[in-house]
């Protein structure tokens, strides 16, 4: 409970009071399947299929549509190479993954009626990136064709917005299903171009361009929505 309640709190510092009726918060976990999207300067990669998972915690006031959210969670952002060989028959994969925490707060607001009820959400997000799977390339990257590890930014922000439908399966129990957009602002990976030509093993001399990176995220998730109420006399 240390967690939810240290998220409460940032949902105070964002203008959430309760007041003398119907309040309460929801709080919960969020998991499901990922889509991981980059592009490197104009090249655009293929998809990353992953997953991610989170803890959030809702503002919650029966006689408003509206509320305030944080939540705390483990993203797989990166992207992928697919290709397939001729010669051989055979399929080439190489996938790229920043393993990311991210801390998000926003805002959310239910836009309908009915068993189940539909809602936009919008926030900001700041994530650090605590590991990354480039290492599994460095016997093949001789000429740098990919990302290395002292290029990634640690640190980056963005935003998240998207909808879902929720419903309430007893009266301090709720689910919902949630799709979430998330581009990053910042440049997840940022490589200076070199100043040295590199020479090919055929002979070809070719220069290295400066490489950035940025993270776009599709998610969708199964949320589990417990409701906690808050009494005053």
């Known amino acids: ?3 939810f309640s240290s998220i409460l709190f940032v949902l105070f510092l964002f203008g959430f009071e309760p007041n003398a009726h119907g309040q309460g918060y929801v709080f919960g976990p969020k998991i499901g399947p990922t889509i991981g999207l980059q592009q490197w300067n104009s090249l655009e990669r293929d998809p990353l299929l992953s997953w991610h998972g989170a803890l959030f915690i809702e503002s919650y ?5 509206s509320s305030l959210y944080a939540q705390l969670g483990y993203h797989n952002r990166g992207s992928a190479i697919r290709a397939f060989d001729f010669f051989t028959g055979s399929n080439f994969s190489s996938s790229f993954v920043f393993k990311n925490i991210s801390l ?29 799977n480039l290492d599994e390339y460095e016997e093949f990257n001789q000429f740098l064709f990919y990302p290395i590890d002292i290029f990634v ?3 980056n922000y963005g935003l998240s917005f998207g909808g879902g439908f929720q419903t309430q399966i007893a009266e301090l129990i709720g689910a919902a ?6 581009p990053d602002v910042s440049l997840q990976y940022e490589q200076m171009a070199l100043s ?16 950035n990176i940025r993270n776009l995220t599709f998610e969708a998730s199964l949320v589990l929505r417990l409701h906690r109420k808050i009494e005053y006399y």
């Open 1 to 3: 409970m240390r967690l």
């Open 61 to 65: 006031d029966e006689d408003s549509p």
């Open 104 to 132: 998000g707060v926003g805002a959310k607001r239910l836009i309908g009626d009915g068993n189940w009820k539909p809602y936009y959400h919008f926030g900001l997000r700041l994530e650090y990136t605590v590991d990354t």
């Open 153 to 155: 930014n640690k640190w």
């Open 177 to 182: 299903f949630e799709f979430t957009i998330s």
């Open 196 to 211: 040295t030509p590199i020479q090919f093993p055929n002979g070809q001399v070719s220069s290295l361009g400066a490489r």
